[in-house]
């Protein structure tokens, strides 16, 4: 049976806490609950870790957060040898804040990589210190120190960072919000959420289901450490936090 999961960090990313009811706990251990603020891995940002409590006050460790069958469904992974809470019972959640902060920092800067370099994205990671985009980019013009000093531009204006959403509709008249080159958003659901960046969505908006932060400036000071050749129109983008190491 696939549950329905409601994902809270969908439209409040800064919630470290909240309860939540056991619905369910699958024959791997994998623990589902009837809404979760932990965002589950997908589209290139890991899922979040941290802690259920339990009635008792005992806490059940999260390792990984992943979908189940479908990306509606949200698995709370528990390490091995774990007390299994029962279904029904009541739990509270708090995400370990400190990593899924630097995620959300990273996510955005991605945004803002893609926005100082409008190609297509061939993949991406996120991770805590280190992220990488790869871009199909026919100009190898560009420079860790030019692509570095715009972004940090984007992160210096501030730009108001929030989410709409749009129908399968609008998303079809304006293929340009998609930027990815094998990753289609899901249609059929009525409803796609783009993710802006200004006033009236000025710098950038995209389709993306990520956590993110709320203005460019809590990005903070970011790098692209590394362009990496990867064939011949491919180009691979680290970026990462603080600032350019002398060279
Ligand atoms: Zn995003």
């Known amino acids: 049976m696939v ?15 909240a309860d939540a009811m056991v619905v369910a706990v699958n024959d791997r251990g994998g623990i589902i609950l009837d809404r979760t603020i932990f965002y589950a891995t997908s589209g290139g ?15 059940i460790a999260v390792a990984a957060t992943i979908t189940g069958e479908t990306k509606d469904e949200i698995i709370h992974v528990p390490p091995p040898e774990q007390s299994a809470p029962v279904v ?4 509270k959640l708090a995400v370990d804040w400190q990593r899924r902060h630097l995620l959300m920092r ?32 026919p100009d190898a013009s560009f420079t860790k120190e030019g692509v570095t000093a715009r972004l940090m531009e ?9 989410t709409r959403l749009i129908t399968d509709e609008e998303l079809a008249a ?12 899901p249609v059929g659901t009525g409803k796609i959420r783009l993710v802006c960046i200004g006033e009236n969505a000025s710098i950038d908006s995209q389709p993306c289901g990520g956590t993110h932060v ?7 000071e970011i790098h692209v450490g590394k362009i990496e050749k990867k064939g011949r129109e491919n180009r691979r983008f680290r970026i990462r936090f603080g600032p350019m190491p002398a060279a």
């Open 174 to 185: 304006n293929p340009g919000l998609v930027k990815s080159k094998n990753v289609r958003p």
């Open 106 to 137: 990273m996510h955005t800067a991605c945004h803002l990589l893609t926005v100082v370099c409008p190609f297509p994205i061939t993949g991406a990671a996120v991770s805590e210190d280190d992220s990488r985009i790869d871009f199909d980019i």
């Open 154 to 162: 984007l992160v210096r204006a501030d730009h108001r960072v929030f």
């Open 88 to 91: 029904g019972e009541r739990v």
């Open 3 to 17: 549950h329905k999961t409601e994902a809270l960090f969908r439209d409040d990313a800064y919630l470290r806490t």
């Open 45 to 59: 940002q890991p899922g979040d870790t941290g802690t259920l409590e339990r009635p008792d006050g005992s806490l």
């Open 214 to 220: 709320k203005s460019t400036g809590e990005v903070g």
